[in-house]
């Protein structure tokens, strides 16, 4: 299953990375790979190292419930105290997804914003969350 999720996400951004496939999957060698199925079909699946998190998609869009978010996020945050993730700084819908969600930017380098959520957001603990 992990290599078949690697497959999709090589698929997903080969024209966007400048480095080999075998690279592209050496790189995800320490990190947790999880696939989410909705009725039965892998939709997308988290990847995760450390406080580090990171979801995709496949095929049509992942309606992501709040149940989902504290699914794969409050073992994180109870381990590390955060959650961090980055987004590509010209990913405009995954920005306001993560602001929707409570993450603070926390910085920036050539390509990507990067966000942190700590145990304290009111937004994500209350249920203050907009609807996904």
Not at 42 to 66: D, L, Q, Y
Request: glycine share 8%; proline share 3%; with cysteine.
């Amino acid at each position: 299953m992990r290599t078949d999720i690697l497959e999709l996400l090589w698929a997903a951004n080969e024209e966007a990375v400048y480095i080999t496939k075998q690279q592209f999957m050496a790189g995800f060698e320490d990190w947790a790979i999880t696939p989410h199925y909705e009725n039965g079909t892998m939709v997308g699946a988290t990847i995760s190292k450390g406080s580090e998190f990171h979801f995709a998609t496949f095929g049509g869009k992942w309606k992501m419930t709040r149940t989902d978010i504290r699914h794969y996020l409050d073992p994180i945050l109870e381990q590390y105290g955060c959650v961090t993730t980055r987004t590509p700084k010209n990913d405009a819908r995954q920005i306001r997804f993560n602001k929707i969600l409570g993450f603070t930017a926390t910085g920036e380098d050539e390509f990507f914003v990067h966000y942190k959520l700590d145990q304290s957001h009111t937004k994500y603990r209350s249920g203050v969350l907009c609807p996904l």
